[in-house]
């Protein structure tokens, strides 16, 4: 089996940092890519960052400028700094990773979350 494990959340006022990290292991052949998705009660599961193996990141509208998203070389660990935080960045962060396992399979999977709460 796959596990990935976020860390790095907590309770921030407004405009401080988080930084969030997401440690893959397991059955991973390759992993190439790693997200960051936010989903708060009663809405959607949204990408907030995405990085690939090519290097190539991708925002969502509302935290470009404000949050950084980088990965280390095997992508086996990826971090999300986010900056200038807001009271609307608030929900539970998932971390997921697209990746070849070991029998060769194309797969997705999800951490279990970690909560970023900013208050005003």
């Known amino acids: 089996q796959v596990q990935l494990v976020e860390s790095g959340g907590g309770l921030v006022q407004a405009g401080g940092s988080l930084r969030l990290s997401c440690a893959a292991s397991?059955?991973?052949?390759?992993?190439?890519?790693m997200s960051w998705y936010r989903q708060v009660p009663g809405k959607q599961r949204d990408l907030v960052a995405r990085?690939?193996?090519?290097?190539?990141?991708n925002y969502a509208d509302f935290v470009k400028g404000r949050f950084t998203i980088s990965g280390d070389n095997a992508m086996n660990t990826v971090n999300l700094l986010m900056n200038d935080l807001k009271p609307e960045d608030t929900g539970v962060y998932y971390c997921?990773?697209?990746?070849?396992?070991?029998?060769?399979?194309?797969?997705?999977?999800w951490g279990q979350g970690t909560q970023v709460t900013v208050s005003s």
């Open positions: 997921r990773a697209d990746f070849w396992n070991s029998g060769g399979s194309y797969t997705t999977n």
């Open positions: 990085v690939t193996r090519g290097g190539i990141t």
């Open positions: 397991g059955s991973i052949f390759r992993i190439n890519a």
